[in-house]
C-alpha cells in the first residue's frame, strides 16, 4: 500500500502509539505536518484525522474532497456523520475499533472506495432517508441512462476505475457525467452519492 500519512490528534485520550503499531503494517511513512502534507503531490497521501467532535474536523484548514482520508472518533451521531461525508470524509472508524477495522478501512479506501462499519451506514442512511432525497423512480426521471447506470454500479460498490472500464468512459467523461449526477440530486461528494444508491439498492 506504501502510503505517506498526515496524523492530526485533537484527542488527548487517543492512544496513538497503539495506532503507530497497527500502521507499521502498511508500511506508511509519516509527514511532519499539514503544511508538508498539502505541499507535497508525489505519492499516494492519506491524511488521518482523530478527533472528539465533528467541528474539530470541518474547521481545518484544508478541502477533505481533495485528499484521500479517514477520520477516527468517539462521536457517533447520525447528523455529525452526515455533515463529514458532506464535507468530503472518505473513511470514518470509530475510536474503540480501531484495532478492528483499520486493516479493512484501509484496504478499502484504496481501491477508491468509501468506509464506515455497518451499523454506522444505517444510522446514517435513516438520517439521509428523512432529508427528503429522491426515491428510485424520482432518480430515473432526473438521471439519463448513462447516469443512472453509473449510480447503480456505484450501489453495488464498485469504484471509479472499474465503472469506467465497464461502461468504456474516459476519466473526463466519467468526472462530467458525475458532476451532472451531483447537480441533479443536489448532492456534493461521490460518498453522498453512494448512499443515496445505498438508500435505493434494488435500482433497476
Do not use: W
Not at 37 to 56: M, S
Not at 92 to 106: C, G, S, W
Not at 115 to 120: E, K, Q
Amino acid at each position: 500500500m506504501k502510503y505517506k500519512i498526515c496524523l492530526i490528534n485533537f484527542d488527548p485520550e487517543f492512544d496513538l502509539n497503539k495506532l503507530l503499531f497497527l500502521l507499521k503494517n502498511f508500511q506508511v511513512e509519516q509527514y511532519q505536518d499539514l503544511s508538508d502534507f498539502v505541499n507535497t503531490e508525489q505519492g499516494k497521501r492519506l491524511l488521518i484525522l482523530i478527533g472528539t467532535d465533528e467541528n474539530q474536523i470541518l474547521n481545518l484548514p484544508i478541502d477533505l474532497k481533495k485528499y484521500k482520508n479517514l477520520i477516527i472518533s468517539r462521536f457517533t451521531e447520525s447528523k455529525n456523520l452526515y455533515n463529514l461525508i458532506l464535507a468530503g470524509c472518505n473513511g470514518f472508524i470509530q475510536t474503540e475499533k480501531v484495532t478492528e477495522d483499520l486493516n479493512a478501512a484501509l484496504k478499502i479506501l484504496d481501491q477508491g472506495l468509501f468506509f464506515i462499519s455497518a451499523d454506522l451506514m444505517s444510522k446514517v442512511i435513516s438520517f439521509f432517508q428523512k432529508s427528503r432525497h429522491p426515491d428510485k423512480e424520482r432518480l430515473k426521471s432526473l438521471l439519463n441512462e448513462c447516469e443512472y447506470e453509473i449510480i447503480k454500479l456505484i450501489a453495488q460498490g464498485k469504484s471509479d476505475s472499474e465503472i469506467r472500464q465497464y461502461l468504456n468512459l474516459s476519466r473526463i467523461t466519467y468526472a462530467e457525467f458525475l458532476d451532472n449526477i451531483k447537480s441533479k440530486l443536489n448532492v456534493k461528494s461521490r460518498s453522498e452519492i453512494a448512499i443515496l444508491s445505498l438508500q435505493n439498492n434494488n435500482l433497476d
